[in-house]
T-cell receptor, first 115, second 111 residues
């Protein structure tokens, strides 16, 4: 149980375009989902907390106008990287939890390359 | 802000040797979780510790939560090549819902 599906697995886009990444909880409802960014050989950095039916809470230093998060239902959150630039190239991972302090269940991640 | 550091950053062992990674938080934690990330993969939950001084075992893995709830450790006995990956601790402070991940320890195991 507690499967999180993330699409696409990888994407290559041109500088200036936008990319949407989807994160779905397949067998449970997730009122809260989290979006992380990970550079090679580094830790996971929390970008934002996505709350169903309300605005996302962004971490300090994360541009909310650049990284648009929508959590329209209890099973789907999307992250849109707008006007992507090469420095946005990274591994983006979503996660969800069932409740409270329960463990995070991660999607497989999306490797974004901006050329 | 809260910082969670892990040492060592990297360790290379021969199969059969033991391995330990240490996790230290700048603030007292409500609980701590451990995750393993294989190369190219996503983090997978291993265990959660909540009580001060708690020790939990999973086969060859032993997890410990410090008395002051500011540090933790993961010890692997007799490593195997399947143990290769990066091990992250992640802590929650107070009643916050978000996890702060440690810096990670990358383990390489060779025959």
């Amino acid at each position: 149980g507690a499967v999180v599906s993330q699409h696409p697995s990888w994407v290559i886009c041109k500088s200036g375009t936008s990319v949407k990444i989807e994160c779905r909880s397949l067998d449970f409802q997730a009122t809260t989902m989290f979006w992380y960014r990970q550079f090679p050989k580094q830790s996971l950095m929390l970008m934002a907390t996505s709350n169903e039916g309300s605005k996302a809470t962004y971490e300090q230093g994360v541009e909310k106008d650049k990284f648009l998060i929508n959590h329209a239902s209890l099973t789907l959150s999307t992250l849109t990287v707008t006007s992507a630039h090469p420095e946005d190239s990274s591994f983006y991972i979503c996660s969800a939890k069932v409740q409270g302090w329960s463990p995070l269940h991660f999607g497989n991640g999306t490797r974004l390359t901006v050329t | 802000g809260q910082q969670v550091m892990q040492i060592p950053q990297y360790q290379h062992v021969q199969e059969g040797e033991d391995f330990t990674t240490y996790c230290n938080s700048s603030t007292t934690l409500s609980n701590i979780q451990w995750y393993k990330q294989r190369p190219g993969g996503h983090p997978v939950f291993l265990i959660q510790l909540v009580k001060s001084g708690e020790v939990k075992k999973q086969k060859r893995l032993t997890f410990q939560f410090g008395e002051a709830k500011k540090n933790s450790s993961l010890h692997i006995t007799a490593t195997q090549t399947t143990d290769v990956g990066t091990y992250f601790c992640a802590g929650i402070t107070g009643t916050a819902s978000k996890l702060t991940f440690g810096t990670g320890t990358r383990l390489q195991v060779t025959l």
